[in-house]
């Protein structure tokens, strides 16, 4: 098993940073991917970025390309979210999940998943 907990979500005005931390334990050797994904009210929960956990390998959605950084500091088993020029439409809750997805984009595939961290951007 895999514990997953998400930190580092808060308000913030439009344009603003935020930097998502997601802490992974247990049985983390055969995670080979580690992702975000977000679920705003009404909508359906939406692929954000991936990191492979031993290439280093990453890849966004087309909606996140150019402000959002995805990065993973393997000595402390985390994971991290940088998101800036934060708009409106960012507001959601962020989820981070884990495993050896066959499709890095669809959330089933992942084994493990947080609880989850509320961002909200204000305009």
């Known amino acids: 098993q895999v514990q997953l907990v998400e930190s580092g979500g808060g308000l913030v005005q439009a344009g603003g940073s935020l930097r998502l931390s997601c802490a992974a334990s247990?049985?983390?050797?055969?995670?080979?991917?580690m992702g975000w994904f977000r679920q705003a009210p009404g909508k359906e929960r939406e692929f954000v970025a991936v990191?492979?956990?031993?290439?280093?390998?990453?890849y966004y959605a087309d909606s996140v390309k150019g402000r959002f950084t995805i990065s993973r500091d393997n000595a402390k088993n985390t994971l991290y979210l940088q998101m800036n020029s934060l708009k409106s439409e960012d507001t959601a809750v962020y989820y981070c999940?884990?495993?050896?997805?066959?499709?890095?984009?669809?959330?089933?595939?992942?084994?493990?998943w947080g609880q989850g961290t509320q961002v909200t951007v204000s305009s």
């Open positions: 999940a884990a495993g050896a997805p066959s499709r890095l984009a669809i959330g089933s595939d992942y084994d493990y």
């Open positions: 247990g049985r983390t050797g055969g995670t080979l991917a």
């Open positions: 990191i492979h956990t031993r290439g280093g390998s990453s």
